[in-house]
C-alpha cells in the first residue's frame, strides 16, 4: 500500500543504486527521456524496458548493480506503488501503455512492431525517427540484438512499419541503423541517389503498398552528404554543357547520371555561375530530395489522397555521413501545387518510356506549378514527341475544363519556343505531339525575321524571360513555298530593287538566303535545288538573327541557361531533322545590339553593326 515519488536530476549511479536499496521491497518506474527509455522493475527482478511506450524484455537489473545504469542526462520522474501496478511485467503493459498513449506516445504491446500494434499518427512516427537518430549519434543505441521470439512474432502477425524511407543505397548510409530501428519499425527503399527518375513504377508502387496496406503514416525522402551518385550526376551535367548529354547513354549508369541531370541544372541555376561543382552537388543532394517528393505527390493518386486526408506526411532529410546526424528539412515547399496534380501513376507505366516520357505536368498538362524543363530534356521531348507523330502514335490526348482551368489559374510555362512556317501543312503542336501550355509558338510565311521583327524578337524575349522557356527551336519544312517564292524571284531578278507588295517585300528580302544557297551550291544547281538549300540557310540565318539583334538573347545562351536550335520538318516523312546550334554561334555571340533594326530605327537608334560599328561581319 506504499508508494513513493522521487524527482532527480543528474544524480549520479551510485547515489541512484542507493535509492533502489531503499526502494528494493517497491516496484518502481524510471524514466531517462534523453533515451527514450522507460525501466520497470519488479520484485522478482525482472526489467522490462519502454522505449517511447515499445515495451522490450531487459536483462534482470540487481539491486546495487551499476554496469547497465546510464547516468540521467535531463529531468527525469521515478515512480512507484504496488498497489498501482499489477503482479507480472505482461500484465502490467497496458497500463504503463496507456498512459504513456495519454502523453502522445506512440506504443507497441510486443517487442517488436507487427500488425497487431497501432499505428502512430504522423507527427509521432517523426519524433521516433528523430529520436532514433539521436540515440545512433549519441552512440547510445537500443536496437541491438533480435531474437527467436522477435521473428516469429514478425512472422505470426505480419508487418506495420511506422514510416517508409526512400534512401541511398551507399553503404556507409544503413537507414535502419541511422535510425536506431529495430525489424517491422521501417519499411525500406534505396537505390543509387535515392531518386525516381529510373524505374519509378517500382518506388511508386511499393510506397502506395506501405501506405495503404500497411497503414504507414510517414514517408521521408532521405539524401546524404557526399553522396556519390549526386557529384557523379553533377559532373556529367557540367560536361553535357559541352555536348556530353548529346550523345545517347551507352550504359545503365550512364541514363541514372543523365536523369539526375536535372536535379544539377537547377542546383547551379540556384547558386548562379561562380559555384564550385562540389558546391553545385551538396546543394543538388537537397534539391533531388524534394525534387523527389515532388514526383511522388506528382503521380501517385494514392500517396497524394492520403497526404491530403493528413493521414500520411512527407518529409525531406539530408544524413550527414560524418556526424551520423539527419537534418530535418520538412515537407516540399510546393507540396500545396502538387497536391492538385492529376496524374494517377508514373510515366513510364501510362505507356511512355525512355526519352518519350509523357511529361504533361501534374495537371495533365503543363502550368507554371510545374518544375521547368532545362534545355536538353527540352529537346529530348521535342525529339520524342515528333518520333510519335511520325510513327502515327501520338499520346497528346483531349484537353478537359480541368486542365483548361489549370492553365488559367496558374499560368503557362512551355518548356520550349518554336519560329515556324505559317504553312497549314505544318502544325507545330501536332508535329511535336504537344498539348496546351507546353510550347510557345510564333509562326510567318518562310519562318524568319526579315519583317517584323521587333515583334518576333520581344516574343521570344518574353518566353524566355518571365515564361522561363529555356529551348528555341528555328522550324524551317521541305517544299516552303516562301523560299521558294523567294528562290525564284532571285533569280529572276537579281539585283532588282522593286516591291509592289507586301509579299514582294517579303520575298525579295529572303533573297539573301537564296543568294548564299546559290553560292554553296555553285553553277549548274536547279532552282529546286537552289530552294531547298535555301531552307536550311533561312533556318541558320534566322538563329542568327536572333542572337545578334538580342542582348537577352545572347547572355542566356552564353550562360547556359537557354540553347538556340534548328530544325527542317519533312512534309513527307512527318520527320523532323534537328539541325543543332547555328555554326556561327561563337561569332555571332560578340554581338553588341541590343535591338532590332525597325525598332532601332523607329527609337533613332540606328544599328551601326555588331560591334557598333560597321565591320565585315555584318551584313
Known sequence: SCSAFVLFLDRSASAFVRLLSAMRHFQFFQHAYPHGVATL???????????????????????????????????AIVAAGPQNLATTPRQQAPSIQHSLCKAGNPVRSSTVRTAKDPQPVPEEA?????????????GTPQAV????????????????PYAAIVGCADSRCPVDTVFDARPGDLFVLRNAGNTCTHAEGSIVGSLEFCVA??????????GHTKCGAI?????????????????????????????????????????????????????????????????????????RTKVQQGEVQIHGGIYDIETGAVRFLGRSPKEAAFLSSQMGMPPT????????????????????????????????????????????SPLAGRTNLNMRKALVDFGQAPHATIIGCADSRCPIESIFDAMPGELFVLRNAGNTCTHAEGSMVGSLEFSIGPLKSKLIL????????????????????????????????????????????????????????IAERAIKVNVFHTMNFLLKFSKIVREKVRDGEIELHGGIYDL?????????????????????????????????????????IRTSADE
Open 474 to 529: 528555328v522550324l524551317g519544312h521541305t517544299k516552303c513555298g516562301a523560299v521558294h517564292g523567294a528562290t525564284k524571284m532571285y533569280l529572276d531578278t537579281k539585283r532588282s530593287t522593286e516591291r509592289g507588295s507586301a509579299l514582294e517585300a517579303l520575298l525579295h528580302d529572303l533573297g539573301c538566303v537564296a543568294q548564299d544557297a546559290e553560292a554553296q551550291l555553285g553553277r549548274g544547281a536547279s532552282a529546286d535545288e
Open 349 to 392: 507505366m501510362s505507356g511512355a518510356s525512355g526519352n518519350g516520357l509523357l511529361m504533361r505536368g501534374m495537371h495533365g498538362v503543363r502550368t507554371a506549378a510545374d518544375c521547368s524543363v532545362n534545355p536538353k530534356d527540352a529537346l529530348k521531348l521535342l525529339q520524342a514527341g515528333n518520333q510519335r507523330f511520325a510513327s502515327g
Open 231 to 303: 557529384h557523379a550526376a553533377t559532373q556529367a551535367y557540367l560536361d553535357g554543357q559541352e555536348g556530353f548529354d548529346d550523345a545517347p547513354a551507352s550504359s545503365a549508369l550512364e541514363g541514372l547520371l543523365s536523369g539526375l541531370g536535372s536535379v544539377a541544372h537547377q542546383a547551379a541555376s540556384d547558386l548562379g555561375k561562380s559555384a564550385s561543382a562540389a558546391a553545385i552537388a551538396e546543394h543538388a543532394t537537397e534539391v533531388n530530395v524534394f525534387n523527389t517528393i515532388n514526383f511522388l505527390l506528382q503521380f501517385s493518386q494514392v500517396i
Open 126 to 138: 517523426l519524433k521516433l525517427l528523430k529520436l532514433g537518430n539521436a540515440r545512433y549519434v549519441a
Open 572 to 612: 513527307t516523312t512527318g520527320c523532323v531533322e534537328f539541325l543543332g546550334q547555328s555554326p556561327l554561334q561563337a561569332e555571332v555571340l560578340e554581338s553588341r545590339t541590343c535591338l532590332p533594326p525597325s525598332i532601332a530605327v523607329a527609337s533613332g537608334n540606328v544599328s551601326r553593326g555588331m560591334h557598333g
Open 213 to 222: 496496406h500497411l497503414k504507414s503514416s510517414l514517408i521521408l525522402v532521405m
Open 145 to 160: 540484438s533480435t531474437d527467436a521470439g522477435m521473428r516469429k512474432a514478425l512472422f505470426d502477425h505480419g508487418q506495420a
Open 41 to 75: 522493475q519488479y520484485p522478482q527482478g525482472a526489467v522490462t524496458q519502454h522505449s517511447l511506450g515499445f515495451v522490450r524484455p531487459a536483462p534482470a537489473l540487481g539491486v546495487g548493480s551499476v554496469g547497465s545504469i546510464q547516468p540521467v542526462q535531463r529531468q
